[in-house]
């Protein structure tokens, strides 16, 4: 019983650490796309939303995705999906995508705003870090309520 109270919130922690892997290789792609200072035209296939949350007393979150297909200097056509864009951009649309030569996976339809980046990805690492120290004081919690037991029972 005393192993539930560690190996859930290690794993847990695992999934934070994984998530933010993934949201800083994100920020890192997207700095770099900007940074680059390469654009194609690109021109949005679609667009949907996706939902999360909701039922019972909780919220849902709503967010906007667009399908953006866009051909590089050299030819080579790339399609990628993008999360939190504008609501103004419709299926037809045109739209400026900015890329890294070495990298055109990477790309992005968003406007360069590093600040609002930096802040995003901040507010989202917080949050994680927030979520760890939680499940380690979850853990020691654990681990002094089952080694004080321990003494109690005869």
Not at 37 to 53: F, H, I, K, Q
Not at 61 to 77: M, Q
Not at 79 to 100: K, L, M, N, S
Request: net charge neutral; charged share 15%; proline share 4%.
């Amino acid at each position: 019983m005393e192993t539930f109270f560690y190996i859930v919130p290690s794993i847990m922690i695992a999934v934070m650490l994984f998530l933010a892997y993934k949201a800083l290789g994100r920020t890192r792609q997207v700095r770099a796309a900007w940074d680059s200072g390469v654009t194609a035209e690109g021109r949005c296939l679609r667009t949907y939303t996706r939902t999360s949350g909701g039922g019972g007393d909780t919220s849902v979150s709503t967010t906007l995705h667009h399908v953006y297909e866009f051909t590089t200097r050299d030819g080579r056509a790339y399609r990628f999906d993008e999360g939190g864009g504008p609501g103004t951009v419709i299926e037809g649309d045109i739209v400026t995508v900015f890329y890294a030569p070495d990298h055109p996976e990477g790309a992005t339809a968003h406007r360069p705003s590093r600040g609002r980046l930096a802040a995003g990805t901040g507010c989202l690492l917080g949050f994680f870090a927030v979520f760890i120290v939680f499940c380690v004081v979850a853990m020691v919690a654990a681990h002094t309520f089952f080694s004080e037991a321990g003494g109690l029972l005869p």
